[in-house]
């Protein structure tokens, strides 16, 4: 069972934004805090951010700024609104669900599928 579906990556010039939806199939993921990650190819998966369920936030230095994490828990998604986008940010973006908000990926439990965001310069 796919617990977490991502959506909402594409192809965009730089400067342009993008938002990427994640939605949980059971309403137990209200209280869990919900990550963000991308791969590049040939590159690890990174930390980009984080929500609580309480609605604390955490980003990478290297997004600060110009993302922007949310959550609608009674439709039990969460959101990462991408801006001033730039062709470093291009990777496969993953949501992910843990008990604790942590930037390390193997502090999550659920993974999304995943969804490729590509940035033009």
């Known amino acids: 069972q796919q617990h977490l579906v991502d959506s909402g990556g594409g192809l965009v010039q730089a400067g342009g934004s993008l938002r990427l939806s994640c939605t949980a199939s059971?309403?137990?993921?209200?209280?869990?805090?919900m990550g963000w990650f991308r791969q590049a190819p040939g590159k690890e998966r990174e930390f980009a951010a984080a929500i609580s369920w309480t609605g604390i936030t955490n980003y990478a230095d290297s997004v600060k700024g110009r993302f922007t994490a949310s959550r609608d828990s009674d439709n039990n998604t969460v959101y990462l609104q991408l801006d001033n986008l730039k062709p470093e940010d291009t990777a496969v973006y993953y949501c992910?669900?843990?008990?604790?908000?942590?930037?390390?990926?193997?502090?999550?439990?659920?993974w999304g599928q995943g969804t490729q965001v590509t940035v033009s310069s």
């Open positions: 059971e309403r137990t993921f209200r209280t869990y805090s």
């Open positions: 992910a669900a843990a008990r604790t908000m942590s930037v390390r990926p193997t502090d999550y439990n659920y």
